[in-house]
């Protein structure tokens, strides 16, 4: 079965320093490809990052990284310079196999202080 | 490029009335998707469509939850009759063919249920 863990359930950060969200996933396919969503409150889901198993590259998108450790089932994602806009849910998800089906961690809430 | 479209945004109504949404995913969008989010939770997929079929609808409640995408463009999502439970926010998702599988998500449809 394939699955995703996030086990912070919720993070806090002050304004301009880095904070590190952690994901890890399980699952038996070899190509596969982890994304990083943000969901701000009462606002639509969008995509931050996403990273492609096949890449040994760590992903980076302005001041959102991950640190993709393939052989440790390991995807997680570094914020840095926090800003106050960044506060908002972070779920990890795994797309894995033919089906096309994204595999859901639970989120992490993530509170950036003034 | 447009993005997906969903109404009503917000809708109240009393146990066991009946409500539907309506999603236009973005153009080429072969990929439709609809997910229950209950509060501070991770979404939940309801149906997955391709073009006009179902591709998994496995955690449908199908005793009161139904979809359709008649044309394989806009989908309609309806709930009769509803529970207290069904209080959520409705996400519609699309996804383009081929690529890395990434979700391009509506502002989603809140629904309360007194």
């Known amino acids: 079965a394939q699955t995703v863990t996030q086990s912070q359930p919720e993070m806090s950060v002050q304004e301009a320093e880095t904070v590190t969200l952690s994901c890890t996933y399980d699952t038996s396919e070899n190509n596969y490809y982890l994304f990083w969503y943000k969901q701000p409150p009462s606002r639509q889901m969008i995509l931050v990052i996403r990273?492609?198993?096949?890449k040994q590259q760590n992903a980076t998108e302005n001041r959102f990284s991950v640190n993709f450790q393939k052989a440790a089932k390991s995807f997680s994602l570094k914020i840095s310079d926090s800003q106050l806009g960044d506060t908002a849910m972070y779920f990890c998800a795994l797309n894995a196999g033919n089906n096309r089906k994204l595999i859901w961690g639970l989120g992490t809430s993530l509170a950036v202080n003034p | 490029e447009a993005g997906v479209a969903q109404s009503p945004r917000y809708k109240i109504i009393e146990k066991r009335q009946s409500v539907a949404f309506w999603c236009n995913p973005i153009s080429g969008h072969a990929t439709l998707y609809w997910y229950q989010q209950i509060l501070g939770q991770g979404p939940k997929l309801l149906i997955q469509f391709q073009n006009n079929g179902v591709v998994d609808d496995s955690q449908l409640p199908k005793d009161r939850f139904s979809a359709e995408r008649l044309k394989g463009v806009d989908s309609t999502l309806k709930i009769q009759p509803a529970k207290l439970e069904d209080s959520a926010v409705y996400l519609c998702?699309?996804?383009?063919?081929?690529?890395?599988?990434?979700?391009?998500f509506g502002e989603g449809s809140r629904l309360t249920v007194l």
């Open positions: 990273q492609e198993a096949y």
């Open positions: 998702a699309s996804r383009p063919q081929g690529g890395a599988g990434e979700l391009f």
